[in-house]
């Protein structure tokens, strides 16, 4: 099997950032995915309690109290990506932490997840959505060590 390497290539006159071209393999797959780089993105940002559907986190849960259960599947759980030749659109389910504005949060990730997919796979992000499928509350054991330890 034939592969292309990727290049650095320089984004217009402006002198703006440079542009990875993605890794393609001779029958045009892509090899890497942006899954991935997405669900990463949106994990970094501040108020992010976790992603996923209800029963999507309940099983991620309980999959990774099982030894070598828990591998792989937390990164992109919550993630869906629709793929085409030279763009991609997101789909997230996120769960926010009690207290944040879930507006600033969702315009944090969706501007993190953009930045991260571009310039990880060279793919244009053209659409972004995010659902907001829970606020994380926090529960009696985790308040009081929160106020021991400060």
């Known amino acids: 099997m034939h592969h292309r390497l990727g290049r650095v290539l320089p984004r217009g006159a402006g002198g703006g950032a440079a542009r990875v071209r993605r890794l393609d393999s001779r029958d045009g797959r892509r090899l890497s995915s942006p899954r991935p780089a997405a669900?990463?993105?949106a994990r970094e940002v501040p108020g992010i309690h976790n992603l996923g559907e209800g029963m999507?986190?309940?099983?991620?849960?309980?999959?990774e109290r099982v030894?070598?259960?828990g591998a792989g599947g937390g990164v992109t759980r919550g993630v869906k990506v629709q793929?085409?030749?030279r763009?991609?659109?997101v789909d997230l389910n996120i769960v926010v932490e009690c207290g944040v504005s879930?507006?600033?949060v969702a315009g944090d990730v969706r501007s993190n997840v953009i930045s991260a997919v571009e310039r990880m796979t060279g793919l244009e992000v053209v659409e972004v959505d995010i659902a907001?499928?829970?606020?994380h509350l926090p529960e009696d054991?985790?308040?009081e060590e929160e106020s021991e330890g400060g």
């Open 87 to 89: 763009q991609a659109a």
């Open 83 to 85: 793929v085409g030749k």
């Open 102 to 104: 879930i507006v600033d």
């Open 141 to 143: 054991g985790e308040e």
């Open 56 to 63: 999507a986190r309940a099983f991620g849960a309980t999959r």
């Open 39 to 41: 669900g990463m993105a």
């Open 132 to 135: 907001v499928d829970d606020v």
């Open 67 to 69: 030894p070598g259960g």
